[in-house]
């Protein structure tokens, strides 16, 4: 099957494409300015950034001329925790959405909902069907967002190692294409 490209698409107007190793550095300064927020735990996110353009990390990212304004880092295929899968996910490798942020000022805009829906596109030409999402519960805001893209509650999990704030919990979603 030949795998349809992303490269250069346009999103309301933006232009999308997928991440290549020069914009590593750039992305970890975006991240770390427009990422923090009360339920983000950005532990670890520079290394998982080091691995973008390997066979584990990818990214979809969003531009207004040369601006970054936002990016969905994702794994294509990841063996998740047993405790982060639905029962029908057990034991296989499914997408992975890792790390979402889009720029204050363009927040509202479907930047986040159209790097999903190029994501999915992605991952879907390449046989992977199912696609997960993790987030602070009391996060709305991010799973509204994520709803709005097709994702469904899977389930709230306690999870003090990648939530250290707060109730400590995270709400997992995932897509399933039919």
Not at 11 to 23: F, H, I, P, Q, S
Not at 122 to 142: C, F, M, P
Not at 145 to 150: K, L, M, P
Request: glycine fraction near 8%; include cysteine; proline fraction near 3%.
């Amino acid at each position: 099957m030949v795998r349809p490209t992303v490269d250069n698409l346009v999103l309301n107007g933006e232009a999308a494409r997928k991440a290549v190793l020069t914009d590593i550095e750039g992305m970890k300064k975006f991240i770390l300015q427009h990422g923090p927020s009360e339920w983000n735990n950005l532990d670890g996110v520079e290394a998982h950034l080091d691995e973008i353009c390997t066979d584990k990390t990818e990214a979809m990212l969003a531009f207004e001329g040369s601006e970054l304004i936002g990016f969905i880092s994702y794994n294509p295929r990841k063996k998740l925790a047993e405790r982060y899968l639905h029962e029908e996910d057990v034991g296989k490798e499914c997408g992975y959405l890792a790390e979402a942020v889009v720029h204050a000022g363009y927040t509202g805009r479907g930047i986040g909902r159209q790097l999903a829906e190029l994501i999915k596109t992605d991952l879907l030409a390449r046989g992977v069907n199912t696609i997960y999402v993790l987030h602070h519960e009391k996060n709305i805001s991010s799973r509204k967002a994520w709803e709005r893209a097709g994702f469904s509650f899977v389930k709230t999990i306690y999870d003090p190692e990648i939530r250290p704030n707060d109730s400590q919990r995270t709400t997992i979603q995932r897509f399933v294409a039919q």
